[in-house]
């Protein structure tokens, strides 16, 4: 399942203007008050949330800027069931106002930041695309590392409450299985902003390696230790007999 909000973006390093905030790719908006600082359009996939921005100092709008190479970046956060999250309330209330397709509720401007994880410094990026339609292979994205969590009972409110089809239609249609496929990898590099992640398994790999190298070590040793030639005395008997007091045998 789904849930996009598309719409124009202010960028973390781009001076930008306030935008609206949609809830899919459908004409489906939640429109947030003009704001002086930045502005931003969220998306939202099954466990993600996608804050979208436009390159304001090359692009004067979305629309110029979505198929450029330089055009977009984009924030991912990744969203498990959890804690209710006060942030996310101040969107979701306002749900059941847009549950069809070109429905549309004003709500008041909000700061985004307790929308994103504490720790802002540790991600993943790379190149990639629009996850909707026309799926431009324009985005730099930026993939926080740690999620950040909703009760369930907001999951479930994202996940059923809204419909594809119009409120006018005689049969509603859940807005669901919208997502788009697994793309190519395309040679494409992955790059990480923290190292503590990586050292566990390189150091697994290093005990193990380890490991291996002092057992064949302790085989080879012992091969050649059986094959080794025989103490040509090793085995004979010898029959000392009793000494008298000055030496002499009986």
């Not at 450029?68 to 749900?95: C, T, Y």
């Not at 009760?151 to 919208?178: E, I, M, W």
Request: hydrophobic share 35%; charged share 20%.
């Amino acid at each position: 399942m789904e849930f996009e909000r598309d719409g124009m973006m202010g960028s973390w390093t781009f001076p930008g203007n306030c935008a609206n905030v949609h809830l899919d790719s459908k004409p489906r908006i939640l429109a947030v008050n003009k704001n002086t600082t930045v502005n931003y359009c969220f998306i939202f996939h099954h466990s993600q949330l996608h804050v979208v921005h436009f390159n304001s100092d090359k692009y004067p709008n979305m629309s110029m800027a979505v198929d450029k190479s330089d055009g977009l970046a984009v924030l991912g956060v990744l969203i498990e069931v959890g804690e209710f999250n006060p942030a996310f309330e101040q969107f979701l209330k306002f749900i059941n106002g847009v549950k069809y397709r070109d429905q549309k509720v004003q709500i008041p401007g909000f700061n985004i930041r307790g929308l994103l994880p504490p720790r802002l410094d540790e991600y993943y990026r790379y190149d990639g695309s629009l996850t909707t339609p026309p799926c431009y292979p324009s985005v730099l994205w930026t993939l926080f590392r740690n999620p950040v969590t909703i009760s369930r009972k907001q999951f479930v409110a994202l996940a059923t409450s809204l419909y594809s089809s119009h409120a006018q239609d005689s049969t509603p249609l859940p807005l669901n299985s919208n997502f788009r496929k697994p793309q190519a990898v395309d040679s494409r590099v992955v790059l990480v902003s923290f190292k503590e992640g990586l050292l566990v398994p390189i150091l697994v790999g290093s005990s193990l390696g380890i490991v291996l190298i002092v057992s064949l070590i302790c085989c080879l040793l012992r091969q050649k230790r059986s094959g080794a030639p025989q103490d040509k005395n090793k085995g004979a008997g010898y029959n000392i007999g009793e000494k008298d007091e000055y030496g002499s045998r009986v």
